[in-house]
């Protein structure tokens, strides 16, 4: 049985745009996200110190997460890549963060609805 190997030259470009791929998808995501979280009333606050940016290395990254502080909750998202802040929010932000997501997603569905509807066969095959 012969095995047939991918050259390095075709390799490892190959890999790289896959990484950079990947890279700039999640970058894109958490700009995304951080966007929406300033629209709802979340406050950025920068990790301009060491121990800041230390202790913002410790936490869940990408993620929003509830965390009791006393009676209340307060509503973090740490981004430790690429702004080097946390969110913070309380339960008036989260719930305008949670009306914002669901009116973008209602108008993905409107969109996707408007283009299941197009008439495709006008402009000639797919794989133009």
Known sequence: MMRRVLPAGLFLPTLALLLFGCASMQEDQARDTEELLAA????????????????LETL???????????????YTYADPKYCRCLYAG??????ELQRLKLQRQQ????????TSSMDWSLWGPVWW
Request: charged share 25%; glycine share 6%; no cysteine.
């Open 107 to 114: 108008a993905a569905q409107e969109y996707l609805a408007e």
């Open 90 to 95: 309380g339960p008036q932000a989260y719930q």
């Open 40 to 55: 709802a009333g979340f406050k950025a606050r920068p990790a301009d110190t060491p121990a800041k940016l230390a202790h």
């Open 60 to 74: 869940q990254p990408f993620k929003l997460v509830a965390r009791s502080k006393g009676d209340e909750f307060v």
